[in-house]
């Protein structure tokens, strides 16, 4: 499985960018997507979780309402768009492709449960 992101950069706070995961290598309809992140000196924090095959999203607590997890089967890539961003929004997002072996908002923000991880972007939100 390969995962490649894309769209990092630097935002002033309260701007918007939108990170971009291209996937190839794997049968994906049946698998999930997730966004997370690390700060420096922080571990990795899930951010956004979506399946290929529907259903709702998932959300970190601290994106609900700002972040919105996409995803475009035909491309097979999914995006993050992030808007109102914030300066603790500052950090490296790895995409990363799960398992496939269960569901729901708790299974897709455990990190473990995914096997396949991009290269990370950086995103720094400051003035």
């Known amino acids: 499985v390969q995962l490649v992101e894309s769209g990092g950069g630097l935002v002033q706070p309260g701007g918007s960018l939108r990170l971009s995961c291209a996937a190839s290598?794997?049968?994906?309809?049946?698998?999930?997507m997730g966004w997370f992140r690390q700060a420096p000196g922080k571990e990795r924090e899930f951010v956004a979780g979506?399946?290929?095959?529907?259903?709702?999203?998932y959300y970190a607590d601290s994106v609900k309402g700002r972040f919105t997890i996409s995803r475009d089967n035909a491309k097979i890539t999914v995006y993050l768009q992030m808007n109102s961003l914030k300066p603790e929004d500052t950090a490296v997002y790895y995409c990363?492709?799960?398992?496939?072996?269960?569901?729901?908002?708790?299974?897709?923000?455990?990190?473990?449960?995914?096997?396949?991880w991009g290269q990370g972007t950086q995103v720094t939100v400051s003035s």
């Open positions: 290598g794997r049968t994906f309809s049946s698998y999930g």
């Open positions: 990363a492709a799960d398992r496939g072996y269960g569901s729901g908002s708790y299974y897709y923000s455990r990190s473990g449960n995914y096997d396949a």
């Open positions: 979506i399946r290929w095959s529907g259903g709702l999203p």
